[in-house]
């Protein structure tokens, strides 16, 4: 699975995305954990960060499996 | 509601081309969002915009449908600019009709409101008034070059600047050809039960009996589980799910049967059972996105239960042809004329990439031309490609063409032969191509940048150069430009060999039938021995022609 990160995260990680082979699908919790991992900068965003899967807002349910695509929003500031 | 949405990196037009001109609307209603010359107090000379297209476009478009619902109204345009907005320019156009103003200046206040909240586009940082100079700092912004791109600097740009479209879920039956924007993994292992791979009996895989006693008659599509004793057979087909686990299959012709009884004349090595799970095991990736569907790996979705792939959606392409010495193939040409060859090029080259064709011939007066194009219809168009009228003559007019539909150029020219006038442009998520006139030219530029960029609106794992020994000399004089010399990929005792056609200039077709690649040769190559292993372009049809 592939996670792009926008606007100020990208400063944050200093990367666009970053690729995830998670072995079974991940809850938000589990995404964040294997991500904060990586990049522990990004604790600071995770309360203001929305996730998207496959380009639309992620359920606070929604399960991230491989072969999606993941996104991590900021707040917007489009207009 | 009839909507527009687009994502452009070129300045927004203080005239836009009327929306929807003949559905009788009574109000339109239209805001341009403005960047201001102060940030937070200071003054400020731009703003940098960036967004994720792909969910962007989604999520406007679906904001606006899901307000039209209590907001009727009849379209809805939507333009937003990324990269680098200076000062006073246009962040973001909206214009809705309806049939009176309160629908459409409440759906517009809406949706503005959703915009700053739902979709993802940011700003991302302000440029001083003092940096006015850098304004074009803009990563994307098409960089001063020394002169026209090479073969490889214009594949890049290509591929930089082209976005895949929003995928969408198709029947299987529709699926051919376009390309798969998910890894399908198996839900199941695969095979779903142990089969067996014969017409026979299956008994224990252990069991060192001669003579069996045959308790059951298993067919393909049976389901009827039972643990098996020593001594005793199943009667089995192939394909039989077999009922229960450590068989093995005696072959029928291995065994002599009377009555109920059968008996083992020769022993086998093989268990001939296909073991649940041996082919692929539940969960595992079966086919990976980016790939362009073929008739197997539609057959596999199949297996899987992918029955409505999320896949690549049809681009819409629009071909014009430029010329006024063209007559279509059914008409003689009379002094000064030629039948027009191109349209069936393109339209026999596009086979390769499922899309939705308009082919028009344009009158060689830039502002006749201008007249017969509906730019409405225009700005729904994925890919527009130009032939001919792509070099600097007085009728050269594809250039002012793209500009005017607000295309920002990002190459005129590319270091390439044939093909070097190839124009390149781009308007947010939209492309277009000024294709060379000469039907070589089309076919060498088709190859590195059209079907690059068909590749990349499709979200295609690109394929890239590959390497094979020329089976004849290639002769050729030294040349300053990079060339892309057309061949004929063919087998000689099993193994792949390159002829190099002849072509004597870029207007000879006489080659086109035979070329199923394109060899490149470096600048000031010149001739070649045979056997030299050189890098090729594998054409479209290289397989099947």
């Not at chain 2, 687009?6 to 929807?20: H, V």
């Not at chain 2, 060859?341 to 009158?363: A, E, K, M, V, Y």
């Not at chain 2, 594809?398 to 093909?419: C, D, H, K, W, Y």
Request: aromatic share 6%; glycine share 8%; net charge neutral.
């Amino acid at each position: 699975m592939r996670i792009l990160f926008f606007a100020q995260l990208k400063d944050a990680t200093g990367c666009e995305f970053v690729d995830l082979a998670p072995p079974s699908p991940l809850t938000h919790d589990g995404l964040w954990a294997a991500l904060l991992d990586k990049f522990p900068a990004l604790a600071v965003h995770r309360s203001s960060v929305r996730l998207a899967r496959n380009c639309e807002y992620a359920a606070p349910e929604a399960m991230f499996s491989l072969g999606d695509e993941v996104a991590l929003l900021p707040p917007v500031s489009g207009g | 509601m009839k909507i527009e949405v687009q994502l452009t990196r070129c300045p927004i037009a203080e005239q836009i081309s009327p929306l929807s001109p003949d559905d009788g609307h009574g109000a339109l209603v239209e805001f341009r969002g403005i960047v201001r010359p102060e940030e937070n107090g200071k003054a400020i000379a731009a703003l940098e915009y960036e967004a994720y297209d792909e969910m962007a476009v989604r999520e406007m478009r679906r904001l606006l449908q899901s307000l039209a619902a209590s907001r009727p109204c009849l379209t809805a345009r939507v333009i937003h600019r990324v990269g680098v907005v200076p000062a006073g320019d246009t962040a973001v156009y909206v214009g809705i009709t309806s049939f009176h103003r309160a629908e459409a200046i409440a759906l517009l206040g809406e949706f503005l409101d959703r915009l700053k909240q739902d979709v993802p586009i940011w700003k991302r940082r302000a440029q001083p008034a003092a940096d006015a100079p850098n304004l074009k700092n803009d990563p994307l912004a098409p960089k001063p070059r020394p002169g026209p791109p090479s073969l490889d600097e214009a594949m890049a740009e290509i591929r930089a600047r082209c976005q895949s479209l929003p995928a969408l879920r198709v029947p299987l039956a529709e699926a051919f050809g376009r390309v798969l924007r998910e890894t399908v993994c198996a839900p199941e292992d695969l095979p779903p039960f142990d089969r067996s791979a014969r017409d026979g009996y299956a008994v224990l895989s252990g069991d060192p009996a001669k003579v069996f006693q045959v308790v059951d008659t298993l067919h393909a599509a049976d389901w009827k589980p039972r643990l098996l004793a020593s001594g005793e057979a199943v009667r089995v087909a192939t394909g039989t799910a077999l009922p229960c686990g450590h068989l093995r299959v005696v072959m029928q012709e291995n065994v002599e049967r009377s009555g109920d009884r059968i008996r083992v004349l020769k022993e086998e090595r093989a268990t001939n059972v296909r073991l649940r799970g041996e082919d692929v095991k539940a969960g595992q990736p079966l086919v990976h996105e980016g790939v362009r569907l073929n008739a197997g790996a539609l057959a596999l979705l199949a297996t899987a239960g992918c029955s409505q792939p999320l896949a690549s959606p049809r681009p819409r392409v629009a071909h014009f042809t430029t010329g006024d010495e063209l007559v279509p193939p059914h008409h003689a040409p009379g002094p000064g004329q030629i039948r027009d060859s191109n349209s069936s090029l393109i339209r026999g080259l596009l086979q390769g990439f499922p899309c939705d064709l308009q082919q028009t011939h344009l009158s060689e007066d830039f502002e006749s031309a201008w007249r017969q194009l509906n730019p409405n219809q225009l700005g729904q168009m994925d890919l527009i490609l130009v032939s001919g009228g792509a070099s600097v003559g007085d009728k050269d007019f594809t250039r002012p063409l793209l500009e005017r539909l607000s295309f920002q150029i990002v190459f005129a020219q590319v270091n390439v032969r044939p093909g070097k006038p190839l124009i390149f442009g781009i308007n947010g998520a939209r492309v277009a191509f000024g294709l060379p006139g000469n039907p070589l030219s089309h076919f060498v530029c088709f190859h590195f940048a059209v079907a690059l960029a068909l590749a990349r609106l499709a979200g295609e794992t690109l394929p890239a150069f590959l390497r094979a020994p020329l089976a004849d000399k290639l002769d050729d004089e030294p040349c300053p430009r990079e060339t892309l010399w057309p061949a004929r990929l063919e087998w000689s005792k099993g193994a792949p060999f390159l002829r190099p056609l002849a072509w004597a200039s870029s207007g000879d077709l006489t080659c086109l039938a035979a070329a199923n690649a394109l060899i490149h040769l470096s600048p000031n190559q010149g001739s070649l021995a045979p056997d030299t292993v050189v890098d090729f372009l594998p054409a479209l049809g290289i397989l099947s022609s």
